[in-house]
């Protein structure tokens, strides 16, 4: 790393102790910028590093709640509001025991630069909770919703920050906590969230727009090497939103999407995924992946395996952060593999991410690739401030037309910065690059 950055990459991670993924974020960001500085000295010396580092605002709150059982339980909610220079605080909310202030930050720190790279006038911001939703009622989950949203009504809006989903938080969640914050506020504001339902404000592909664009920004890359999905062997890990969104591209475009996981096991169905079984057991039953293996013949269930046991052409981690490290990719490169385009946050830990550039595989950031997501939120965004609604061809276009925008960003970048094929390395000088003109311009605030 350039020795400029390592000064102040020592700095940010001894003032956040014991933030291991938040480190992980930002040393894999430094560590591309270092060309940046060289031909920026101005970005050094108006410290956009260290003002990037440090969250402009970090709230962190009690979720009081009653179970079924009229026990009252305890969590704690989080929204960090990372940076506005492009605009509102915009990024999803995540609902899972792990959380906590390190995986929030994190997450939003990676927001920042993807945001960016979306080209859509939108900041970079994250939140969540230790709430577990797995074997909570729909009353139960409803009743934290509303607890959540008491506290948090008063850090958002439409033109301030501006939440949506991630793992935990889907339609549901969205629902209860877009009522509660109309109740409190007494305002209809639809842009104040974004993933809600399509009769009340919501934007058709949002829900599909993360799986969907993983797989549009894949093709791109493997258009640079003269291929596509079609006729290709993909495994996928995950098997929420995201996933079963991926897996349904990848086999439209011809792809054969061999295996699938959870947090219990995965499948390999070699007849290709069923993705109306899938979302029937995964989003309509809220069951576990091995129902799946049970309703359909020669599909197999390996219990507690990981999925990248399992050869392909390309790889989708579409399940959580650090779920691929450098064994699984040594493996899945051994396997014969071409592509991995990340459908999650940070899945691939920084030893795969050097396991794979070294074997000359296409890889594909979450910060470029999953930006699909959020990008479509900003077309809800677009849609609510205009009252309007636009078709599922229309949104699917501009959807297609920013991700085809993101991967020409990240290789023309990496292009003119002498490393082309990095896409590691255009992500993060594209995403910076923008956010530290506008830093720049906008003053030391
Ligand atoms: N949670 C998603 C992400 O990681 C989407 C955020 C949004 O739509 O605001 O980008």
């Given at each position: 790393?350039?020795?400029?950055?390592?000064?102040?990459?020592?700095?940010?991670?001894?003032?956040?102790?014991?933030?291991?993924?938040?480190?992980?974020?930002?040393?894999?960001?430094?560590?591309?910028?270092?060309?940046?500085?060289?031909?920026?000295?101005?970005f050094l010396e108006a410290a956009i590093l260290e003002?990037?580092?440090?969250?402009?605002?970090?709230?962190?709150?009690?979720?009081?709640?009653?179970?079924?059982?009229?026990?009252?339980?305890?969590?704690?909610?989080?929204?960090?509001?990372?940076?506005?220079?492009?605009?509102?605080?915009?990024?999803?909310?995540?609902?899972?025991?792990?959380?906590?202030?390190?995986?929030?930050?994190?997450?939003?720190?990676?927001?920042?630069?993807?945001?960016?790279?979306?080209?859509?006038?939108?900041?970079?911001?994250?939140?969540?909770?230790?709430?577990?939703?797995?074997?909570?009622?729909?009353?139960?989950?409803?009743?934290?919703?509303?607890?959540?949203?008491?506290?948090?009504?008063?850090?958002?809006?439409?033109?301030?920050?501006?939440?949506?989903?991630?793992?935990?938080?889907?339609?549901?969640?969205?629902?209860?906590?877009?009522?509660?914050?109309?109740?409190?506020?007494?305002?209809?504001?639809?842009?104040?969230?974004?993933?809600?339902?399509?009769?009340?404000?919501?934007?058709?592909?949002?829900?599909?727009?993360?799986?969907?664009?993983?797989?549009?920004?894949?093709?791109?890359?493997?258009?640079?090497?003269?291929?596509?999905?079609?006729?290709?062997?993909?495994?996928?890990?995950?098997?929420?939103?995201?996933?079963?969104?991926?897996?349904?591209?990848?086999?439209?475009?011809?792809?054969?999407?061999?295996?699938?996981?959870?947090?219990?096991?995965?499948?390999?169905?070699?007849?290709?995924?069923?993705?109306?079984?899938?979302?029937?057991?995964?989003?309509?039953?809220?069951?576990?992946l091995k129902e799946y293996a049970a309703r359909r013949?020669?599909?197999?269930?390996?219990?507690?395996?990981?999925?990248?046991?399992?050869?392909?052409?390309?790889?989708?981690?579409?399940?959580?952060?650090?779920?691929?490290?450098?064994?699984?990719?040594?493996?899945?490169?051994?396997?014969?593999?071409?592509?991995?385009?990340?459908?999650?946050?940070?899945?691939?830990?920084?030893?795969?991410?050097?396991?794979?550039?070294?074997?000359?595989?296409?890889?594909?950031?979450?910060?470029?690739?999953?930006?699909?997501?959020?990008?479509?939120?900003?077309?809800?965004?677009?849609?609510?401030?205009?009252?309007?609604?636009?078709?599922?061809?229309?949104?699917?276009?501009?959807?297609?037309?920013?991700?085809?925008?993101?991967?020409?960003?990240?290789?023309?970048?990496?292009?003119?910065?002498?490393?082309?094929?990095?896409?590691?390395?255009?992500?993060?000088?594209?995403?910076?690059?923008?956010?530290?003109?506008?830093?720049?311009?906008?003053?030391?605030?």
């Amino acid at each position: 790393m350039d020795s400029r950055l390592e000064a102040i990459r020592d700095t940010v991670l001894a003032r956040n102790p014991g933030e291991a993924e938040f480190h992980q974020a930002v040393v894999e960001v430094f560590e591309s910028l270092g060309p940046v500085h060289d031909r920026h000295p101005e970005f050094l010396e108006a410290a956009i590093l260290e003002r990037l580092c440090e969250p402009e605002r970090q709230i962190i709150f009690r979720v009081p709640w009653t179970d079924d059982t009229g026990r009252v339980q305890i969590n704690r909610g989080f929204r960090v509001e990372f940076n506005s220079a492009l605009g509102p605080y915009k990024g999803g909310l995540r609902f899972h025991p792990s959380v906590y202030l390190g995986i929030v930050k994190f997450l939003g720190f990676e927001q920042i630069f993807k945001n960016a790279l979306t080209g859509m006038p939108i900041g970079g911001g994250k939140g969540g909770s230790d709430f577990d939703p797995r074997g909570r009622s729909d009353a139960e989950v409803m009743r934290f919703c509303q607890s959540f949203m008491t506290e948090l009504y008063r850090h958002i809006g439409e033109y301030t920050d501006v939440p949506a989903g991630d793992i935990g938080v889907g339609g549901r969640e969205i629902g209860y906590l877009f009522g509660q914050y109309k109740r409190i506020t007494n305002r209809y504001e639809s842009g104040v969230l974004t993933g809600k339902g399509i009769s009340w404000g919501g934007s058709l592909v949002r829900p599909e727009a993360t799986g969907f664009g993983t797989v549009i920004f894949t093709q791109e890359m493997l258009k640079t090497r003269g291929t596509s999905f079609d006729g290709k062997r993909v495994v996928v890990s995950g098997s929420g939103n995201v996933a079963i969104n991926a897996i349904a591209k990848a086999q439209a475009l011809g792809a054969t999407v061999v295996a699938c996981s959870d947090s219990s096991g995965y499948i390999v169905d070699e007849a290709g995924i069923d993705v109306g079984l899938l979302r029937q057991v995964k989003e309509v039953e809220r069951a576990r992946l091995k129902e799946y293996a049970a309703r359909r013949a020669g599909v197999s269930y390996v219990e507690g395996g990981s999925v990248w046991d399992v050869d392909a052409s390309v790889a989708l981690p579409c399940a959580t952060q650090n779920e691929l490290d450098g064994g699984a990719a040594a493996r899945l490169v051994r396997g014969g593999l071409l592509a991995v385009g990340e459908g999650a946050n940070m899945p691939s830990t920084r030893d795969a991410v050097a396991v794979f550039q070294e074997a000359g595989v296409l890889f594909g950031p979450g910060k470029a690739a999953n930006a699909g997501g959020v990008a479509t939120s900003a077309l809800e965004m677009q849609q609510n401030a205009s009252r309007d609604s636009w078709s599922f061809e229309h949104t699917e276009e501009r959807l297609t037309e920013i991700m085809v925008g993101i991967h020409h960003r990240c290789a023309s970048t990496a292009d003119e910065y002498g490393d082309p094929g990095n896409y590691v390395l255009g992500a993060n000088i594209g995403g910076f690059v923008k956010v530290a003109d506008a830093m720049l311009a906008q003053g030391l605030i």
